[in-house]
Nanobody, 121 residues
Framework: QVQLVESGGGRAQPGGSLTLSCAAS????????MSWARQAPGKGVEWVAG????????HYSDSAEGRFTLSRDIARSTLTLQMDSLTPEDTALYFC??????????????WGQGTLVTVSS
């Protein structure tokens, strides 16, 4: 059974940083493309960043490019999102997801419960 457990969310000040982690289990982590996505209050799901199973990437949304860094640790089946230069617009529930096999990074198969990030002064 696929399990994705996110952690690391919390409150940060504008300009601050947070590191999110996703612990994956129940599937072959290195054979799956993975993504981070988010959902801000009252808005739809927004793809943030992802990496293909062959290691191609990471790739970022325009809003994440230059501020966020995605990495994966295959040995630990962990996906990490380092977020710097945070703004209030980054406030959202962040979740990691497996990508539909053969699909683009914004098409998800499974996702976790998410971790809440709040950016405010």
């Amino acid at each position: 059974q696929v399990q994705l457990v996110e952690s690391g969310g919390g409150r940060a000040q504008p300009g601050g940083s947070l590191t999110l982690s996703c612990a994956a289990s129940g599937f072959s982590f290195n054979d799956n493309s993975m993504s981070w996505a988010r959902q801000a209050p009252g808005k739809g799901v927004e793809w943030v960043a992802g990496i293909y199973s062959d290691g191609s990437g990471p790739h970022y949304s325009d809003s994440a490019e230059g501020r966020f860094t995605l990495s994966r640790d295959i040995a630990r089946s962990t996906l990490t999102l380092q977020m710097d230069s945070l703004t209030p617009e980054d406030t959202a529930l962040y979740f990691c997801a497996t990508v539909r096999p053969g699909g683009p990074l914004y098409e998800f198969d499974n996702w976790g419960q998410g971790t809440l990030v709040t950016v405010s002064s």
